[in-house]
């Protein structure tokens, strides 16, 4: 199946998104009938339990349509939203399993990324380890993203970190001066890395 | 070389990439002095690579097809759909967006009629809000008359027209202005209300003593429909759960709350608004 098609064509790919992002019933109705079913499936691959599949599932579709709501997703060419929505759905879906595992403190970085490698259709040859750790790792930067308090600093740097967006344009997809987006991207930054530095125990100010 | 952190430089470092050329040029001096602050930021950078690192999907059809590798049967993946269908609203208006709650006379006019749920296609095909006509002494009568401008005054009664494909359960809730919610139909909630199919109902009566008579607190009305072709659930516990699970609440999550209660056990529930004022 074509990732530019990958369902029937009845809403265009770059208005679904737009729609998604306005909570337009009508767009996420069309979504949830595209996506539910294999999230669920995926889901089912993690899990045998069909409240969790349901819950992981529910999370993994309500947290997409909330990056969309908050322009975490930026429309490139055919087939960019659905390629985005797909690697956004493994990450959340990985997520849950790893911080399953880590509540049920039978976790190991390399045994966690063996079961997810094992159950989900990646790429052979990934070192599961540097798997669970990048996930890891994403996870908590987008925990420190989502606690910055203004939420145009927020959305710029998310779009520079994780979207792949230049500056330009960042302040292009924000409608905002390129000087205002800079200075955005500084505060935030800053924050966020401090953030970063105390999940990891990481101590700035005094320790050497 | 003084290597002492002063007021603003551990931000200037954390800034590293955001700054101009002068300003790394003295950060990296300053990194340089401070060997363990610069493998700081390196292990931040470390950790944003990781971040921005690229999940191995292997391909499209892996992800967008069935397997059979998943446990997951179909019952549970339609039951979690609807779930999900339902804690979003498919179909409703966007209720969680507070732009509606602006008082547009214009929109809260056309008095939308949205489906919240409807597991088995409409059984509730029509629904509207009017009110009792009243003679030039005051007097009420018993014919009811459309909205003129969208909106009821305080003091006019509310009637529901609701068109029914099949005979069905109905229950009503309202929601005020406050999040006051109650079940306010049928009247008496140890008796179930089975109303015939195919024709055009007015709640209550008009011609009844127990009309809905608007009080004096103003704001967007909301009444939930709900109506079910085969059971009913007992409304003495939907009254309690009602008031169990509102209690306290604005008015966006009493709204919420009671549209979650009817959500689980009715086949279809609709929602009708207009504006009261003064």
């Not at chain 1, 265009?12 to 337009?24: M, Q, S």
């Not at chain 2, 009792?132 to 008359?145: C, E, L, N």
Request: glycine residues 6%; hydrophobic residues 40%.
């Amino acid at each position: 199946m074509n990732a530019a098609t990958p369902f029937r064509p009845d809403i265009d790919e770059r208005e679904l998104a737009r729609g998604l992002a306005a909570r337009r019933p009508r767009h996420v109705a069309a979504f949830l009938e595209r996506t539910h079913r294999p999230v669920y499936l995926m889901a089912g691959r993690l899990t045998s339990d069909p409240e969790t599949r349901h819950d992981w599932t529910h999370d993994v579709l309500l947290k997409v349509l909330d990056d969309l709501a908050r322009g975490a997703f930026v429309y490139r060419r055919p087939g960019s939203f659905w390629a985005w929505f797909r690697t956004r759905a493994y990450f959340l879906l990985i997520n849950q399993y790893r911080r399953r595992k880590q509540q049920q403190d039978r976790w190991t970085a390399g045994e966690t990324g063996e079961a997810i490698l094992a159950s989900l259709p990646l790429e052979p040859g990934v070192d599961p380890t540097s798997l669970v750790e990048n996930v890891e790792a994403r996870a908590i930067i987008e925990d420190c993203l989502r606690r910055l308090p203004n939420a145009d600093q927020q959305r710029a740097l998310r779009l520079l970190l994780l979207e792949e967006c230049a500056y330009q344009a960042v302040a292009d997809v924000m409608d905002a001066e390129l000087n205002t987006v800079r200075s955005w991207i500084r505060r935030a930054r800053i924050a966020m890395r401090r953030c970063v530095a105390r999940a990891f125990g990481l101590s700035l100010e005094d320790g050497r | 070389m003084d290597d002492e952190l002063r007021p603003g430089d551990v931000d200037r470092i954390l800034a590293y990439e955001d700054l101009d050329e002068s300003g790394r040029r003295a950060s990296d001096r300053l990194l340089a002095a401070r060997p363990d602050l610069a493998a700081k930021l390196e292990r931040l950078r470390e950790i944003e690579r990781r971040a921005q690192a690229a999940l191995p999907v292997a391909d499209d059809d892996g992800f967008w097809t069935a397997d059979e590798r998943s446990g997951a049967d179909d019952a549970d993946c339609r039951e979690s759909a609807r779930r999900t269908r339902a804690a979003l609203g498919i179909g409703s208006r966007s209720w969680r967006d507070p732009r509606w709650l602006l008082p547009a006379a214009a929109v809260l006019a056309a008095l939308v009629l949205l489906p919240l749920q409807a597991r088995r296609g409409p059984l509730l095909t029509g629904l509207g809000v009017e009110t009792v006509a009243t003679t030039r002494d005051g007097t009420r009568g018993t014919a009811t008359i459309p909205l003129t401008d969208g909106r009821l005054r305080t003091g006019e009664a509310v009637v529901l027209v609701v068109d029914l494909e099949d005979d069905a359960y109905v229950a009503v809730i309202h929601v005020d202005p406050q999040g006051a919610a109650a079940l306010v139909y049928p009247p008496d909630p140890s008796r179930v209300a089975r109303l015939a199919g195919g024709r055009r109902h007015h709640l209550p009566d008009p011609g009844s003593a127990g009309l809905w008579i608007l009080d004096g607190t103003t704001g967007t009305e909301s009444f939930l429909v709900a109506t079910d072709r085969e059971t009913a659930p007992v409304l003495s516990e939907v009254r309690e759960a009602l008031a169990a699970r509102t209690d306290g609440l604005d008015r966006d999550a009493a709204l919420a709350a009671a549209r979650s209660l009817l959500e689980g056990t009715w086949d279809q529930v609709e929602i009708v608004e207009f504006l009261h004022v003064d």
